[in-house]
């Protein structure tokens, strides 16, 4: 990125709005978390908040994969990143009177959606919001999206032309299965079940259909890299039986994703995109 991200998006928070907030305390000006169903609350975002200020006050380093060992992608230093959060920018970010009024946001004293925007449910992106954000994230969110063709077209929308999206994809089973792989090798009539009701669960769809649909959607891949595990089941279900080989074996992955500037470009991706991705969501 060629500057700092002022209004950062993250989809799925979960229970609480943490990267939203280390995004504000990086200096950033506004964070927006969109989720379907509202599980974040002031009392656990303010516990975060507190330890986040502690951290970025004493310079802690990254955590590395001593601490998370499934941390993708690694990076080659983990100490804290003078060179992006210099002191002055904290200095700045990290001022009292900053931290006193972010706090009192965090705490739902007061409301600021041009500050910390929170949304649950989410579901559409208004005319208002397109080319709105910066950089939006997800972490282990995109494996559990019902409807992946419409996220990833609402997610260029979001952003700006210029603005990135970063997605953490885990493709395991979550548990579902013993075998990491399980839910690919369960039959559709037996997975039914597993739903039930469920407004979701996992989708199921391997890595090349996440980077079909961002490119189908207008994205320029940037960087995509794999967690690699050995299949663990043996016979696939037959929707999974003509899966890519590297797909197979792929139980983890990370996209980095950037939405062109180039006017023109856009209007002729954004056309094809729209035929692609219904072909995608007939397919």
Known sequence: MNRFPNTVAELGPGDSIGVGLAALLSGATRCIALDTVAHANAAANLRVFDGLVELFRREAPIPDRRQFPEIVPDLPDHTFPHEILSRERMRKALADDRLAWLRTLVSGKHRDPSIIDYRAPW??????DAGSVDFILTNAVMEHVANLPEAYAAMFRWLRPGGYASHHIDFRSH???????GHWACPDWLWRLFMGRRAYLLNREPFATHRTLAHASGFNECSCVRIESAPVSKHLAKPFLGMEAQDRITSGGYLLLHRSAAPLQERNRSQASRQTIGQVSQA
Do not use: K, P, T
């Not at 579901?123 to 208002?128: L, N």
């Not at 548990?175 to 792989?181: G, K, T």
């Open 175 to 181: 548990s579902l299965f013993r075998a990491w792989d």
């Open 123 to 128: 579901e559409y992106v208004a005319d208002a």
